[in-house]
């Protein structure tokens, strides 16, 4: 089953809008734990929450709380605050939106993760290493097995605990109650175990890899074509379990394992999905919340692997990435919102920034909060639920405290927050996005390939930077019979296009070469990386985009090879009759579109603002190279738009932005201030880690 099955739904994602009835409907809310809290402080905090202007409830329902013995649940007739029948009743009563989190998973720094003790006891549920040993979550306050989402055990057991909740949660589905969607699992990343070679290594997910790879070869003699191998039969083959690769054709049997965990994931949370919908949750929204990537501090690329965003939107309604970060990590900020905004059908992210995780090294406070409020929204966010909204055990400094108090300058900035959103229609808001740049899913499976240190994930930061995520601290520096090691090469180049982008001043959201091709034709200039090897069915896809009006950018490598790393020149052949334009590069007409390779890192700047200054993109011009800009759209009304001005700096920046065309007003929407205009020019003095919020309105 899938989100387009024939079922009547009052809510779509259009646009990259939540819609009710056709209507695009604001998703701005954040958590409340029904369950740790007195059940006669609901009524209140709840009052809190609707003067801080939030219009949803997040709630998190935890199977570890609710089941008494196996197959028995407490729904409040043993301790009242477990009532999740008379939670929801009261939202709704309320006049808020519901998302609904009933797991299996659902982590809320539960001691079980929202799991019975009894599950993370039974060994045919666990989740295991290159070694074959037990994969320990290195989470506190005290480790835990990861579970094995790929045994028919588990799925058995969840069961049970669905059709318990889903009972309760199908009477107040939308239309007929206030749930309009309701995310399937939580953050399922093998339990923060990204590294490659850490997990699922158990006899189901095996069984599960060696089906996987049938499939995409057809039969055994085409999986030893693209291996180069001779396997007798599919029971011989085994995935890797060590990065060992010293050529080029050992590639695809690496990549494969890396892809393979991609799927593990995607199936797993899709058979979740099905069982929610045969449980009678078919007519509301299904989504999932991938935790944040790219490993403490951010990085570059290398953010895909192993999420799918895209793959997995096959079957759920949407999919985002959590933000928990501050303001000094904006280029993290950027990099999750830009490439949820690319990527998914509705930019939305599940749990963001609202208080600390007491075991943060370096947690951040209320001015983080507003700052990276902010950036999200700069980058196309357009919904949001907050975690958390009410403070309780294991989190700390949220806006309304566990007895149901407030803090004051935190509801302050929470409501501000919220009326600039209604009173700015930022629901109807769409960023200026006319440029396209994929992270090479390609590259990102190799480099978490070739990792040869298993970091253990906890999400904590490391005084030494590493990460269980792969980098270039992690990753071999084998070329593997190339020029250059493409696993390393390939963020440098990702690197110097996002940034060349960035400073050319015309706008560009991420994705990666999962997208589907047809979402390209809603950006004007396609960007990629490019080496000696690429998928051939990628290389025509890009072609076709090229020869219908499109124009792309690769670099610095017209492909020779496929991903086995067999003979595949079309991207090399679409070039045969390239002019020679500055410094190297190359251009080539191919129908009505155009194709440029950037061979030289040097040249990347110069000549992408040159391929996006023809091609007649949107463009804003800041003073300085440090600040960023960028500009959204208002619906129906094109005199009218958003111009969001960022100093992600530690220094004052006096700042005068160029936007090309005669303002007639500016209005200052944060702080609700109207602002000189000067001709075709904005000019404010920006503080330390400040985004300023235009609301523009131009000449006819």
């Known amino acids: 089953m899938s989100p387009s099955a024939d079922v009547y739904r009052p809510i779509a994602l259009r646009n990259g809008a ?24 609901w009524d209140s905090i709840l009052d809190s929450v609707r003067r801080m202007g939030f219009t949803m409830i997040s709630i998190y ?34 006049g808020f939106k519901i998302v609904v989190r009933p797991g299996p998973q659902i982590n809320s720094e539960l001691t079980y993760f929202g799991y019975p003790k009894r599950i993370l006891a039974d060994e ?9 040993s037990k994969v320990v979550l290195t989470q506190v306050p005290k480790p835990i097995p990861a579970l094995n989402y790929a045994s028919e055990e588990f799925f058995a057991e969840t069961a049970l605990w669905y059709d318990a909740i889903c009972s309760i949660l199908a009477k107040h589905a ?78 695809p049997w690496y990549a494969d394992w890396a892809e393979y965990r991609e799927r593990y994931l995607i199936t797993s949370m899709a058979r979740l999905a099905d069982m929610m919908r045969e449980r009678g949750l078919a007519g509301i929204a299904l989504f999932h919340n991938y935790p944040h990537p790219l490993g403490p ?45 690319g990527t998914s059908r509705y930019p939305y992210i599940p749990e963001f920034i609202a208080g600390v995780w007491p ?5 951040g406070d209320l001015d983080d909060e507003e700052f990276v409020t902010k950036a999200a929204l700069m980058h196309g966010i357009r919904g949001f639920s907050r975690y958390m909204l009410v403070e309780r055990d294991r989190w700390l400094d949220s806006p309304i405290r566990r007895d149901g108090r407030e803090r004051p300058e935190k509801v302050e900035m929470f409501r501000t927050v919220n009326e600039m959103l209604e009173a700015g229609d930022f629901r109807n808001l769409r960023r200026q996005e006319d440029v396209l740049l994929l992270a090479n899913r390609e590259y990102d499976r190799l480099e978490a390939a070739s990792v040869l240190i298993s970091f253990p994930g906890d999400f904590l930061e490391t005084p030494s930077g590493f990460s269980e995520y792969a980098g270039a601290l992690t990753v071999s520096e084998d070329s593997l019979g190339f020029d250059e090691p493409v696993q390393l090469a ?28 047809k979402r390209w034709q809603a950006h004007k200039l396609l960007v990629l990386s490019t080496f000696d090897y690429l998928d051939s069915g990628l290389q025509t896809s890009l072609a076709e985009y090229v020869d219908s009006g499109g124009t792309l950018v690769i670099g610095p490598k017209a492909p020779s090879l496929d991903s086995t790393m067999r003979p595949c020149t079309v991207l090399r052949e679409a070039l045969a009759d390239a002019v020679p334009l500055a410094a190297g590069a190359a251009e080539a007409k191919i129908g009505s579109g155009r194709i440029i390779l950037v061979p030289d890192l040097d040249t990347v700047p110069a000549i992408l603002a040159e391929v996006c200054g023809r091609s007649g993109l949107v463009k804003m011009t800041a003073n300085d190279p440090a600040i960023e800009v960028t500009v959204h759209h208002t619906v129906g009304d094109p005199r009218t738009k958003v111009v969001f001005v960022a100093n992600p700096t530690a ?23 109207d602002v000189a205009t000067h001709g075709t020019t904005i000019a404010e003095s920006l503080p330390p880690y400040s985004i300023h919020v235009y609301r523009c309105v131009f000449s006819a």
């Open 18 to 41: 939540f819609t009710l009835h056709g209507e695009a409907t604001a998703l701005y809310g954040g958590a409340v734990h029904y369950w740790r809290l007195d059940r006669d402080k």
């Open 174 to 251: 939308y239309p007929h109650g206030g749930i309009v969607a309701a995310q399937v699992d939580n953050e399922m990343a093998y339990f923060f175990g990204v590294n490659a070679y850490i997990a699922d290594y158990s006899d189901a997910s095996i069984e599960g890899y060696r089906q996987f790879v049938l499939d995409k070869y057809g039969d055994l003699p085409g999986l030893n074509s693209a291996y180069s191998a001779s396997y007798s039969s599919v029971e011989s083959l085994d995935p890797p379990r060590r990065f060992d690769a010293t050529s080029r054709q050992e590639i």
């Open 61 to 94: 329902i935890p199977w570890e709380v609710h089941e008494i013995e196996r197959g028995r649940f407490d729904f409040g007739q043993v301790n009242p605050s477990n009532d999740i029948d008379a939670f929801l009743s009261l939202c709704e009563a309320k």
């Open 359 to 363: 075991w943060y090294l370096n947690p």
């Open 297 to 341: 501090g951010g990085a570059v690329s290398g953010f895909t692997a192993p999420y799918n965003l895209a793959a997995l939107e096959e079957h759920l309604d949407f999919v985002g990435f959590d933000i928990y970060s501050r303001k000094e990590l904006y280029s993290h900020v950027k990099t999750i919102a830009s490439y949820v905004v």
């Open 124 to 132: 045919r549920l666990h989740a295991r290493s290159a070694r074959g």
């Open 651 to 673: 220094a004052t920046i006096p700042a005068e932005i160029e936007v090309g065309t005669e303002l007639d007003a500016v209005r200052e929407i944060w702080d609700g201030r």
């Open 490 to 517: 390939k963020a440098t180049w990702f690197s110097a296009f996002s940034d060349a982008l960035t400073r050319s001043g015309f706008g560009y959201v991420l994705s990666d070469t999962a997208l589907p091709a």
